[in-house]
T-cell receptor, first 113, second 112 residues
Framework: GESVGLHLPTLSVQEGDNSIINCAYS??????FIWYKQESGKGPQFIID?????DKRQGQRVTVLLNKTVKHLSLQIAATQPGDSAVYFC????????????FGQGTTLQVKP | DVKVTQSSRYLVKRTGEKVFLECVQD?????MFWYRQDPGLGLRLIYF???????EKGDIPEGYSVSREKKERFSLILESASTNQTSMYLC???????????FGSGTRLTVV
Protein backbone atom coordinates (compact mmCIF):
# COMPACT_ATOMS: atom_id res chain seq x y z
CA GLY A 1 0.00 0.00 0.00
CA GLU A 2 0.97 3.65 0.05
CA SER A 3 3.05 3.80 3.15
CA VAL A 4 6.58 4.45 4.13
CA GLY A 5 7.30 3.55 7.69
CA LEU A 6 9.96 4.44 10.20
CA HIS A 7 11.00 2.03 12.84
CA LEU A 8 11.13 4.43 15.79
CA PRO A 9 9.18 7.62 16.46
CA THR A 10 11.92 9.13 18.65
CA LEU A 11 15.67 8.61 18.75
CA SER A 12 17.79 10.10 21.50
CA VAL A 13 21.58 10.28 21.07
CA GLN A 14 24.50 11.86 22.86
CA GLU A 15 26.24 14.77 21.19
CA GLY A 16 29.19 13.48 19.23
CA ASP A 17 27.77 10.00 18.72
CA ASN A 18 26.64 8.68 15.38
CA SER A 19 22.90 8.50 14.66
CA ILE A 20 21.10 5.98 12.52
CA ILE A 21 17.52 6.60 11.44
CA ASN A 22 15.72 3.77 9.71
CA CYS A 23 12.91 3.60 7.22
CA ALA A 24 11.03 0.68 5.68
CA TYR A 25 9.34 1.23 2.36
CA SER A 26 6.60 -0.86 0.86
CA UNK A 27 6.91 -0.63 -2.90
CA UNK A 28 9.66 -2.62 -4.57
CA UNK A 29 9.07 -0.53 -7.71
CA UNK A 30 10.24 2.65 -5.98
CA UNK A 31 13.17 4.14 -7.84
CA UNK A 32 14.08 7.26 -5.89
CA PHE A 33 14.39 8.01 -2.19
CA ILE A 34 14.96 11.18 -0.22
CA TRP A 35 15.66 12.16 3.34
CA TYR A 36 14.30 15.44 4.68
CA LYS A 37 14.98 17.28 7.92
CA GLN A 38 12.32 19.44 9.52
CA GLU A 39 13.09 21.77 12.38
CA SER A 40 10.32 23.04 14.58
CA GLY A 41 8.11 25.58 12.83
CA LYS A 42 9.92 25.25 9.50
CA GLY A 43 9.39 23.44 6.23
CA PRO A 44 11.19 20.18 5.42
CA GLN A 45 14.71 20.64 4.13
CA PHE A 46 16.38 18.29 1.65
CA ILE A 47 19.30 16.35 3.15
CA ILE A 48 20.28 13.66 0.69
CA ASP A 49 18.78 11.46 -1.99
CA UNK A 50 19.56 8.14 -3.60
CA UNK A 51 18.34 6.37 -6.71
CA UNK A 52 17.54 2.70 -6.84
CA UNK A 53 20.62 1.85 -8.91
CA UNK A 54 22.81 2.76 -5.94
CA ASP A 55 23.34 1.19 -2.50
CA LYS A 56 25.07 4.03 -0.75
CA ARG A 57 25.51 7.74 -1.08
CA GLN A 58 27.49 10.11 1.10
CA GLY A 59 27.14 13.76 1.83
CA GLN A 60 28.61 16.03 4.41
CA ARG A 61 28.36 14.07 7.69
CA VAL A 62 25.43 12.08 6.29
CA THR A 63 25.23 8.75 4.53
CA VAL A 64 22.18 7.08 3.04
CA LEU A 65 22.10 3.31 2.64
CA LEU A 66 19.58 1.51 0.48
CA ASN A 67 18.88 -2.19 0.83
CA LYS A 68 16.45 -3.14 -1.91
CA THR A 69 16.36 -6.77 -0.88
CA VAL A 70 14.58 -5.97 2.37
CA LYS A 71 13.19 -2.60 1.24
CA HIS A 72 15.05 -0.66 3.86
CA LEU A 73 16.53 2.82 3.85
CA SER A 74 18.70 4.37 6.53
CA LEU A 75 20.20 7.75 7.26
CA GLN A 76 23.45 7.87 9.18
CA ILE A 77 24.58 11.13 10.75
CA ALA A 78 28.18 11.25 11.92
CA ALA A 79 29.23 13.14 15.03
CA THR A 80 25.69 14.27 15.83
CA GLN A 81 25.39 17.89 16.91
CA PRO A 82 22.65 19.80 18.78
CA GLY A 83 21.71 21.45 15.49
CA ASP A 84 20.77 18.04 14.14
CA SER A 85 17.81 17.87 16.50
CA ALA A 86 14.76 17.75 14.25
CA VAL A 87 12.21 15.44 12.69
CA TYR A 88 13.58 13.35 9.85
CA PHE A 89 11.35 12.06 7.05
CA CYS A 90 12.08 9.52 4.41
CA UNK A 91 10.19 9.67 1.12
CA UNK A 92 9.95 7.31 -1.83
CA UNK A 93 8.89 7.78 -5.42
CA UNK A 94 7.28 4.96 -7.28
CA UNK A 95 8.48 4.45 -10.81
CA UNK A 96 5.75 4.59 -13.43
CA UNK A 97 3.26 6.66 -11.48
CA UNK A 98 2.75 10.40 -11.43
CA UNK A 99 5.97 10.71 -9.52
CA UNK A 100 4.46 11.89 -6.28
CA UNK A 101 6.56 11.38 -3.22
CA UNK A 102 5.19 9.15 -0.48
CA PHE A 103 6.33 10.36 2.94
CA GLY A 104 6.91 8.48 6.14
CA GLN A 105 5.58 9.71 9.47
CA GLY A 106 8.94 10.96 10.68
CA THR A 107 11.45 10.20 13.42
CA THR A 108 12.28 12.80 16.03
CA LEU A 109 16.01 12.99 16.72
CA GLN A 110 16.92 14.41 20.11
CA VAL A 111 20.55 15.26 20.74
CA LYS A 112 21.63 15.35 24.36
CA PRO A 113 24.51 17.69 25.25
CA ASP B 1 19.97 29.94 -3.73
CA VAL B 2 16.74 28.40 -4.95
CA LYS B 3 13.61 29.35 -3.10
CA VAL B 4 10.00 28.49 -2.51
CA THR B 5 8.35 31.42 -0.79
CA GLN B 6 5.07 31.25 1.05
CA SER B 7 3.56 34.65 1.56
CA SER B 8 2.63 34.28 5.23
CA ARG B 9 4.21 32.40 8.13
CA TYR B 10 1.18 32.79 10.38
CA LEU B 11 -2.46 33.50 9.59
CA VAL B 12 -5.56 33.72 11.73
CA LYS B 13 -8.88 33.64 9.93
CA ARG B 14 -12.51 33.39 10.93
CA THR B 15 -14.82 30.52 10.12
CA GLY B 16 -16.48 31.06 6.77
CA GLU B 17 -13.83 33.38 5.37
CA LYS B 18 -12.28 32.76 1.98
CA VAL B 19 -8.56 32.27 2.47
CA PHE B 20 -5.77 32.52 -0.07
CA LEU B 21 -2.37 30.95 0.55
CA GLU B 22 0.24 32.02 -1.96
CA CYS B 23 3.36 30.20 -3.04
CA VAL B 24 6.03 31.41 -5.44
CA GLN B 25 9.10 29.56 -6.68
CA ASP B 26 12.02 31.09 -8.51
CA UNK B 27 13.50 27.92 -9.99
CA UNK B 28 11.40 27.61 -13.15
CA UNK B 29 10.06 24.32 -11.81
CA UNK B 30 7.32 22.51 -13.66
CA UNK B 31 5.63 20.81 -10.74
CA MET B 32 4.13 22.37 -7.63
CA PHE B 33 2.36 20.86 -4.63
CA TRP B 34 0.30 21.81 -1.61
CA TYR B 35 0.42 19.70 1.56
CA ARG B 36 -0.98 20.06 5.00
CA GLN B 37 0.82 18.70 8.02
CA ASP B 38 -0.89 17.68 11.22
CA PRO B 39 0.47 15.88 14.30
CA GLY B 40 0.14 12.15 13.94
CA LEU B 41 -1.07 12.39 10.34
CA GLY B 42 2.12 13.39 8.60
CA LEU B 43 2.16 15.15 5.26
CA ARG B 44 -1.05 14.89 3.26
CA LEU B 45 -1.30 16.00 -0.34
CA ILE B 46 -4.09 18.44 -1.10
CA TYR B 47 -3.53 19.42 -4.73
CA PHE B 48 -0.71 19.44 -7.24
CA UNK B 49 0.05 20.92 -10.62
CA UNK B 50 2.36 19.59 -13.28
CA UNK B 51 2.17 22.63 -15.51
CA UNK B 52 0.62 26.04 -15.86
CA UNK B 53 -3.19 25.98 -15.72
CA UNK B 54 -3.11 22.29 -14.85
CA UNK B 55 -4.23 20.93 -11.51
CA GLU B 56 -4.92 17.54 -10.04
CA LYS B 57 -6.53 16.47 -6.80
CA GLY B 58 -4.40 14.93 -4.16
CA ASP B 59 -5.53 12.79 -1.26
CA ILE B 60 -7.58 15.38 0.63
CA PRO B 61 -8.91 18.04 -1.78
CA GLU B 62 -12.27 18.59 -0.14
CA GLY B 63 -12.78 22.19 0.95
CA TYR B 64 -9.85 23.43 -1.12
CA SER B 65 -9.18 24.67 -4.62
CA VAL B 66 -6.05 25.85 -6.41
CA SER B 67 -4.97 28.22 -9.11
CA ARG B 68 -1.89 28.20 -11.29
CA GLU B 69 -2.09 30.99 -13.81
CA LYS B 70 1.68 31.46 -13.99
CA LYS B 71 4.43 28.90 -13.81
CA GLU B 72 6.03 30.36 -10.71
CA ARG B 73 2.89 30.82 -8.62
CA PHE B 74 0.59 28.20 -7.09
CA SER B 75 -2.24 29.41 -4.89
CA LEU B 76 -4.28 27.37 -2.43
CA ILE B 77 -7.80 28.60 -1.74
CA LEU B 78 -9.97 27.68 1.19
CA GLU B 79 -13.43 28.49 -0.13
CA SER B 80 -15.04 28.76 3.30
CA ALA B 81 -12.59 28.23 6.12
CA SER B 82 -13.53 25.81 8.87
CA THR B 83 -11.85 25.03 12.17
CA ASN B 84 -10.76 21.60 10.94
CA GLN B 85 -8.60 23.36 8.38
CA THR B 86 -6.40 24.71 11.13
CA SER B 87 -3.02 23.28 10.15
CA MET B 88 0.47 23.85 8.85
CA TYR B 89 0.35 24.27 5.07
CA LEU B 90 3.43 23.48 3.03
CA CYS B 91 4.06 24.35 -0.58
CA UNK B 92 6.67 22.48 -2.60
CA UNK B 93 8.04 22.49 -6.11
CA UNK B 94 10.35 20.33 -8.21
CA UNK B 95 11.97 20.48 -11.62
CA UNK B 96 10.21 17.36 -12.89
CA UNK B 97 9.22 13.90 -11.69
CA UNK B 98 12.82 12.70 -11.55
CA UNK B 99 13.71 15.03 -8.72
CA UNK B 100 12.74 15.66 -5.13
CA UNK B 101 10.77 18.56 -3.76
CA UNK B 102 11.95 21.89 -2.45
CA PHE B 103 9.64 23.04 0.31
CA GLY B 104 8.65 26.48 1.47
CA SER B 105 8.83 27.50 5.13
CA GLY B 106 5.15 26.78 5.69
CA THR B 107 2.10 28.78 6.71
CA ARG B 108 0.54 28.03 10.04
CA LEU B 109 -3.16 28.75 9.62
CA THR B 110 -5.51 29.02 12.55
CA VAL B 111 -9.25 29.20 11.87
CA VAL B 112 -11.29 30.52 14.78
Amino acid sequence: GESVGLHLPTLSVQEGDNSIINCAYSNSASDYFIWYKQESGKGPQFIIDIRSNMDKRQGQRVTVLLNKTVKHLSLQIAATQPGDSAVYFCAEKWSGNTGKLIFGQGTTLQVKP
Amino acid sequence: DVKVTQSSRYLVKRTGEKVFLECVQDMDHENMFWYRQDPGLGLRLIYFSYDVKMKEKGDIPEGYSVSREKKERFSLILESASTNQTSMYLCASRRDRNYGYTFGSGTRLTVV
